[in-house]
């Protein structure tokens, strides 16, 4: 296949795997991107994951993650749901989190996209990334134009919006490369008057990682400081605040993939059900669930303190 074919049957394959977005940027070193991750770093605002400060080499250059790569393919995967929490006092769950892990779902769809590009295009070398290894994700999508990124630092469709789960194809293969869209924000600041922790800064365009309800229930393991009393608007697991907002996320649509589907049991739980949650009912109901990585014991820590506002 030539430069133009190849690209077209990738991008045809993503699609059919159920891809809604796909572009393609030239695998280089992000020095721009490395200054920004520094700075960033520097500031805490990693707060306590102290991993964001490992690998930073391989974090922004993807030839050492792939010797010899070329290209980096930056897939987008919808998981907006239909259907939400039935009770309006219940602890809330970020949306993603609803279905079945996204690491699972969507590893299995990128093997079989590496598997049908070796098939058909011939011995390539690469790998596959859904947020699981240092990969600067919403950089790579930046660049290969199937978003931008907004003043809450998600990537923004300007079709979809930004209910999206990102994924990367890096490998040794030359293909026809996609440009950044424009940066359509404007002077909308709705994510950032929204964060009840103000964890966006007024300037928007950066996080405050330390101070984000997401990174307190999920990332956190120690105690959640008293100061943030009363600021989490009832989120226990995750945070949607500055998604729920953005306005161009009335343009989302509602997922296809059933393993996204929420169980019944779960949209049904009532806020004395939460409240009340068992370890065995924990294990059942999150059986292969993102909030798994929470643990029991760090979803009961959370509810309790929101209980106690």
Same mark, same amino acid.
């Given at each position: 296949?030539?430069?133009?074919?190849?690209?077209? $049957?990738?991008?045809?394959?993503?699609?059919?795997?159920?891809?809604?977005? @796909?572009?393609?940027?030239? =695998?280089?070193?992000?020095?721009?991107?490395?200054?920004?991750?520094?700075?960033?770093?520097?500031?805490?605002?990693?707060?306590?994951?102290?991993?964001?400060? &490992?690998?930073?080499?391989?974090?922004?250059?993807?030839? %050492?993650? @792939?010797?010899? =790569?070329? /290209?980096?393919? /930056?897939?987008?995967? &919808?998981?907006?749901?239909?259907?939400?929490?039935?009770?309006?006092?219940?602890?809330?769950?970020? *949306?993603? =989190?609803?279905?079945?892990?996204?690491? $699972?779902?969507? *590893?299995? !769809?990128?093997?079989?996209?590496?598997?049908?590009?070796?098939?058909?295009?011939?011995?390539?070398?690469?790998?596959?990334?859904?947020?699981?290894?240092?990969?600067?994700?919403?950089?790579?999508? !930046?660049?290969?134009?199937?978003?931008?990124?907004?003043? &809450?630092?998600?990537?923004?469709?300007?079709?979809?919006?930004?209910?999206?789960?990102? +994924?990367?194809?890096?490998?040794?293969?030359?293909?026809?490369?996609?440009?950044?869209?424009?940066?359509?924000?404007?002077?909308?600041? *709705?994510?950032?008057?929204?964060?009840?922790?103000?964890?966006?800064?007024?300037?928007?365009?950066?996080?405050?990682?330390?101070?984000?309800?997401?990174?307190?229930?999920?990332?956190?393991?120690?105690?959640?400081?008293?100061?943030?009393?009363?600021?989490?608007?009832?989120?226990?697991?995750?945070?949607?605040?500055?998604?729920?907002?953005?306005?161009?996320?009335?343009?989302?649509? %509602?997922?296809?993939?059933?393993?996204?589907?929420? +169980? =019944?049991?779960?949209?049904?739980?009532? !806020?004395?059900?939460?409240?009340?949650?068992?370890?065995?009912?924990?294990? *059942?109901?999150?059986?292969? /669930? +993102?909030?798994?990585?929470?643990?029991?014991?760090?979803?009961?820590? &959370?509810?309790?303190?929101?209980?106690?506002?």
């Amino acid at each position: 296949m030539d430069l133009f074919s190849r690209t077209k $049957f990738i991008k045809e394959e993503a699609y059919s795997l159920g891809f809604e977005f @796909v572009g393609i940027s030239k =695998a280089e070193q992000m020095e721009e991107e490395a200054k920004r991750l520094e700075q960033w770093l520097n500031k805490d605002y990693h707060g306590k994951m102290s991993y964001m400060e &490992n690998h930073f080499d391989l974090r922004v250059d993807p030839c %050492k993650l @792939v010797p010899g =790569a070329k /290209s980096v393919i /930056s897939l987008m995967y &919808n998981y907006f749901p239909e259907k939400k929490q039935q009770d309006q006092t219940a602890p809330k769950l970020a *949306k993603y =989190a609803y279905g079945k892990d996204y690491h $699972f779902v969507l *590893k299995d !769809k990128l093997k079989t996209l590496f598997n049908a590009i070796q098939e058909n295009i011939g011995g390539i070398d690469g790998r596959v990334f859904v947020d699981s290894a240092p990969v600067l994700e919403r950089d790579w999508a !930046k660049r290969s134009g199937i978003g931008w990124v907004g003043k &809450n630092t998600l990537l923004i469709n300007p079709k979809r919006g930004s209910f999206f789960f990102l +994924a990367e194809v890096i490998i040794d293969l030359e293909l026809v490369y996609d440009g950044p869209i424009k940066d359509y924000c404007g002077t909308c600041t *709705k994510c950032i008057d929204a964060c009840p922790t103000d964890a966006i800064p007024a300037e928007g365009y950066v996080l405050d990682g330390s101070k984000c309800i997401s990174y307190f229930t999920i990332e956190l393991k120690d105690e959640i400081p008293q100061s943030y009393k009363g600021q989490f608007e009832n989120w226990m697991f995750g945070c949607d605040i500055c998604q729920d907002v953005c306005p161009w996320n009335r343009f989302s649509k %509602k997922h296809n993939e059933l393993q996204f589907e929420p +169980a =019944a049991s779960l949209l049904e739980m009532t !806020k004395k059900e939460w409240e009340e949650i068992t370890e065995e009912v924990f294990q *059942k109901v999150f059986q292969k /669930s +993102a909030v798994k990585r929470t643990k029991y014991a760090g979803l009961k820590r &959370n509810i309790k303190f929101l209980n106690d506002e």
